[in-house]
């Protein structure tokens, strides 16, 4: 009953489409206006992020989540 928290979709690069699906998906529930999403670097996942950088760079790819605008959906 008292949604308060984020929700940040992060999937592969090759898997943006997805992403956007679910998000639209999400963003017309409850969780209106708390969904945020990832684009991942093309060739890059999360765990490639993380292997390569380390959590620096998954807070850092948190951290650039966006909401996608009503228009562009």
């Given at each position: 009953k008292k949604l308060t928290a984020k929700v940040i979709i992060v999937l592969d690069s090759d898997a943006y489409?997805?992403?956007?699906?679910?998000?639209?998906?999400?963003?017309?529930?409850?969780l209106h206006n708390r969904v945020m999403i990832v684009k991942m670097p093309e060739g890059y996942d999360i765990s490639d992020?993380?292997?390569?950088?380390g959590k620096e760079g998954v807070i850092k790819i948190l951290q650039s989540a966006k909401k996608i605008k009503e228009s562009l959906l």
């Amino acid at each position: 009953k008292k949604l308060t928290a984020k929700v940040i979709i992060v999937l592969d690069s090759d898997a943006y489409k997805d992403a956007v699906k679910l998000y639209k998906r999400l963003n017309s529930s409850k969780l209106h206006n708390r969904v945020m999403i990832v684009k991942m670097p093309e060739g890059y996942d999360i765990s490639d992020v993380y292997e390569k950088i380390g959590k620096e760079g998954v807070i850092k790819i948190l951290q650039s989540a966006k909401k996608i605008k009503e228009s562009l959906l």
